[in-house]
T-cell receptor, first 115, second 112 residues
Framework: DGGITQSPKYLFRKEGQNVTLSCEQN?????MYWYRQDPGQGLRLIYY???????QKGDIAEGYSVSREKKESIPLTVTSAQKNPTAFYLC??????????????FGPGTRLTVL | AQSVTQPDIHITVSEGASLELRCNYS??????LFWYVQSPGQGLQLLLK??????LVQGIKGFEAEFKRSQSSFNLRKPSVHWSDAAEYFC??????????FGQGTILTVHP
């Protein structure tokens, strides 16, 4: 079955530690995205990548970093510079072929709690 | 800059009743509009999308949405709600390079 996987589902870290969230897709999509979700705020774009080895900052990139070494994955690192990292993180992908009408498909999410 | 407003944070309906979730957008160009649904602790599932053509769009699970350019709206409707429809619903507008701007979401509670 084609889809997007995120791991782990739950992640606990101590304050000041960096942590990396995994996202992989087998949909053969070129574009991948990371969002942060907080209650009552919808989804906010952290980073996006339209092609391997290229990525752009979204609306709330401070304190986060990504890499895109393979088409299938886009790991997200939450650094100690992120002031309030506790949130639900969602990864998405799209074909990257339809321009403005590209449709994004989402993974199941990772809930990060910083203690 | 683009924006999406979902005026209702929380809506409660009885099972079998009709449903309308409101969505208003602000975007200077032709809007590409989406509705997603999210069950607690899960990812988002695409319900339907509007790109062009017929302004009444049919989606999965019996949902439909109507695009009204004059009102900058894209409201989601269902004629008869089922208990399994209880979830959070997000409206989004697609902008350049396939990026999405989301509304704050509407939580739907269904009473038996």
């Amino acid at each position: 079955d084609g889809g997007i996987t995120q791991s782990p589902k739950y992640l606990f870290r101590k304050e000041g530690q960096n942590v990396t969230l995994s996202c992989e897709q087998n949909l053969n999509h070129d574009a991948m995205y990371w969002y942060r979700q907080d209650p009552g705020q919808g989804l906010r774009l952290i980073y996006y990548s339209q092609i391997v080895n290229d990525f752009q900052k979204g609306d709330i990139a401070e304190g986060y970093s990504v890499s895109r070494e393979k088409k299938e994955s886009i790991p997200l690192t939450v650094t100690s510079a992120q002031k309030n990292p506790t949130a639900f993180y969602l990864c998405a992908s799209s074909s990257g072929l339809a321009g403005d009408t590209d449709t994004q498909y989402f993974g199941p999410g990772t809930r990060l709690t910083v203690l | 800059a683009q924006s999406v407003t979902q005026p209702d944070i929380h809506i409660t309906v009885s099972e079998g009743a009709s449903l309308e979730l409101r969505c208003n957008y602000s975007y200077g160009a032709t809007p590409y509009l989406f509705w997603y649904v999210q069950s607690p602790g899960q990812g988002l599932q695409l319900l339907l999308k509007y790109f062009s053509g017929d302004t009444l769009v049919q989606g999965i699970k019996g949902f439909e949405a109507e695009f009204k350019r004059s009102q900058s709206s894209f409201n989601l409707r269902k004629p008869s709600v089922h208990w399994s429809d209880a979830a959070e619903y997000f409206c989004a507008v697609g902008t350049s390079y396939g990026k999405l701007t989301f509304g704050q979401g509407t939580i739907l509670t269904v009473h038996p």
